[in-house]
């Protein structure tokens, strides 16, 4: 049995994971509002040959990887857990931030305006992280834990890619469609995109993703196989919890 399962304290394993995760979660918070771009060696279709997404995304991909890891390890239950304490942190980190921007400033800080600039997310960025976020995270967990119940402990490399592959999709398109078309439009915040620049922020952001579900697998394994020799978490734990 595993320490955490044994004692009741967490192991410096599950610390880590969690650590990860919070910290990729708020780091995708403040780097939501820069938009990067990506050439490419040559033009796809939608996309042409510039893959743009916001700065968050590369931040957010950690969140998968660290969500993942922490499920196969520790079970739905305690992934739930950890995803769904994530959002509520989520307003936490914009409370602390918003506050801050409100605050008065010295004659000797940066200049207001620079950082609300680039601390401060708008309205519509916000509500399609946030309900991205929920519905994309749970979706993971809930899609890695049934994959498992399939495929038993073998097979890691399926669930990881599978769940991430398709809460990614999820994610990328909620939080498009809500900050660019759907918040603006009901709301009034933000720009409406046209149909054909949501479309490709959708594919652009997708690709890219999608291509980190796959590269981030052996880092999987490598997470999984490390704690599981030295913290003696056995394979087969993660599927009845």
Not at 26 to 50: D, M, N, R, Y
Not at 137 to 154: A, C, K, M, S
Not at 200 to 208: C, D, E, M
Request: with cysteine; glycine share 6%; charged share 10%.
């Amino acid at each position: 049995m595993s320490q955490e399962r044994s004692t009741g304290v967490p192991t410096a394993a599950q610390v880590a994971l969690i650590g990860l995760f919070v910290a990729a979660l708020v780091t995708a918070q403040l780097t939501a509002s820069k938009v990067l771009a990506f050439e490419l060696p040559v033009a796809i279709p939608i996309t042409g040959a510039q893959l743009a997404l916001p700065g968050a995304a590369l931040a957010y991909a950690l969140t998968f990887l660290a969500s993942d890891c922490y499920t196969e390890l520790y079970g739905r239950r305690a992934a739930q857990v950890l995803v769904n304490v994530g959002f509520v942190l989520n307003f936490v980190v914009l409370a602390l931030v918003w506050s801050t921007i409100a605050a008065p400033a010295a004659p000797s800080s940066v200049d207001p305006g620079a950082f609300e600039t680039a601390l401060g997310a708008s309205t519509n960025v916000v509500l399609g992280s946030l309900l991205a976020y929920v519905v994309s995270q749970n979706w993971d967990v809930l899609v890695f834990h049934r994959i498992r119940e399939y495929t038993g402990p073998e097979k890691l490399w399926l669930r990881n890619i599978g769940s991430t592959a398709s809460s990614q999709a999820i994610d990328t398109v909620i939080f498009v469609v809500v900050a660019f078309a759907v918040a603006p439009a009901v709301l009034g915040v933000g720009t409406v995109l046209t149909p054909d620049l949501l479309l490709s922020l959708i594919v652009g952001q997708y690709l890219l993703k999608l291509a980190i579900a796959f590269l981030d697998t052996p880092i999987v394994y490598a997470i999984v196989s490390l704690v599981r020799s030295r913290e003696g978490v056995p394979a087969e734990d993660a599927s009845t919890a």
